[in-house]
């Protein structure tokens, strides 16, 4: 958990190398990094991680090769779990998600004209009004439509089916853009308790040659066809923009915005409107993601993945949770409790993360949790031990002074720290050590006053 709570801290805080974090360096110093947990133990868990069984691996081109063999159990656990935790509104948005990825990997995909060129691709569906993602299936090249039903009527028509099964009869309405949309998937999507708007390529199977050719003289003029349920409409923008919905019209409403130089008010189709309203669903998702994203460097693509995915379930939580609170806070703040509660609820081993020179101990939990005192249990030995707090600050003023070391009656106590697990003096030693950063310092401080 202390490791997990490090990765998601390192979307909070962004270094330019992973070894900063543990930099004493005062200009990039960040002490809660180095109080959770040593360098060298966070990157050989790092080195050492594994989602997946390598004695099981099938090459690829063999019988059985599963391309997300490398994601594990984690993976398609995690994932499984979304739409289950999280009712969506009823827009729908399904459109390409990307993990950033430069490195050689077959199924690699490029995109000129998208901010992150290189990476994995990956199609979602998503809550249109809050960016929550419902489902998440990674392009993996040939084999990615080994789980989705053939249809016969397109590869895009077979993925829309796949990302909104579960979701038919429901009155969801579907928002794509052109990539995804087509006469036919409309119409079947209708006949399945499903509404669907987007825009859609002119040449597209099913779209009539009268609205392609027809010509609009002015901006903003429309021009619209109706079979059935099903509305196709040409619309005028700086170019025209083909658009089918089986929800809404051409029917023009005003947009509640001014023409800067008629000051005129404008008015577009309803279907325009809602298409800019409801289409960035994976948008934003992407782009929360991308903010809190840790900035690890890696040699394995599945590592990526997977910390890609862990932000994307921080999000999905930080959604549930502001959709079912009435003290709702920020995404940030969401995220630096959670990693101070995974932290505090997984107090710190000091036989597992030893720290050489003297110890800062837990350095979030010994400032923010709650603190009782208890006395020392009798296990046979002494009942006191030396306080952590006046003990070493005693012997570096003595030392100071030039004074020999000698035994120091009057800095053991019988007292400690039930939660931190230290022996410490009532008065003052309980509040510095719970109070102050450096209470060896406050100390010393408190003694020279006296």
């Known amino acids: ?39 060298d133990r966070f990157l050989n868990l790092i080195s050492c991680l594994h989602l997946a069984n390598n004695e099981l691996y099938v090459s690829r081109g063999q019988p059985g090769y599963n391309p997300l063999f490398k994601l594990g159990t984690v ?11 999280f009712g969506p509104n009823q827009e729908l948005s399904i459109d390409e998600g990307k993990v950033p990825w430069r490195g050689n990997l077959h199924f690699k995909v490029y995109h000129k004209n998208k901010p992150v060129k290189y990476g994995l691709q990956a199609y979602m569906l998503c809550d ?21 039903l053939e249809t016969g009527h397109g590869r895009t028509y077979d993925l829309c089916m796949h990302l909104l099964k579960g979701y038919f009869g429901k009155g969801h309405i579907m928002y794509c853009d052109n990539y995804y949309s ?25 779209i009539p040659a009268s609205i392609r050719e027809k010509h609009l003289p002015n901006r903003g003029d429309t021009f619209s066809q109706h079979t059935g349920q099903l509305s196709i409409t040409k619309y005028l923008d700086s170019k025209p923009v083909f658009l089918l919905s089986t929800t809404l019209t051409s029917e023009k409403m005003y947009t509640g ?5 008629t000051q005129e008010l404008i008015s577009k189709p309803k279907m325009v409107i809602a298409y800019d309203k409801f289409m960035g669903g994976v948008d934003r998702a992407d782009q929360m993601v991308s903010n809190s994203r840790s900035n690890i460097r890696t040699m394995k693509w599945w590592k990526k993945v997977f910390f890609h995915v862990l ?10 949770y502001k959709h079912n609170s009435i003290h709702p806070m920020s995404h940030s703040s969401f995220r630096k409790k959670l990693v101070s509660q995974l932290i505090e609820s997984h107090p710190l081993d000091a036989l597992v993360t ?97």
């Open 1 to 39: 958990m202390r490791f997990i709570a490090i990765i998601m801290a390192m979307g909070i805080v962004n270094q330019s190398n992973i070894t900063d974090y543990w930099s004493r360096d005062p200009v990039c110093e960040t002490p809660f990094f180095p109080s959770i947990m040593n360098r």
């Open 75 to 85: 993976y398609s656990t995690v994932l499984a779990r979304y739409p289950l935790l």
């Open 128 to 148: 249109a009004s809050t960016g929550y993602c419902l489902k998440f299936h990674l392009y993996t090249g040939k084999t990615f439509r080994q789980n989705i």
């Open 182 to 206: 087509s006469p036919r998937l409309f119409v079947d999507l209708w006949e399945l308790g499903v509404g669907a708007l987007g825009t859609v390529r002119s040449n597209r199977k099913g």
């Open 257 to 261: 915005k001014k023409n800067p130089v």
């Open 311 to 320: 932000s994307l379930t921080v999000l999905n939580s930080y959604i549930a």
């Open 354 to 450: 030893p720290v050489s020179g003297r110890p800062k101990t837990q350095f979030l939990e010994r400032l923010t949790a709650r603190h009782f005192p208890s006395k020392i249990p009798n296990d046979g030995k002494s009942k006191s031990l030396q306080c952590v707090v006046c003990n070493p600050a005693v012997a570096q003023m003595l030392a100071s002074q030039g004074l020999p070391k000698k035994r120091r009656p009057g800095h053991e106590t019988s007292f400690k720290c039930r939660q931190c697990d230290v022996s410490l003096c009532i008065v003052p030693c309980f509040e510095l050590y719970h109070t102050m950063q450096d209470y060896i310092l406050a100390y010393k401080r408190l003694q020279a006053e006296e």
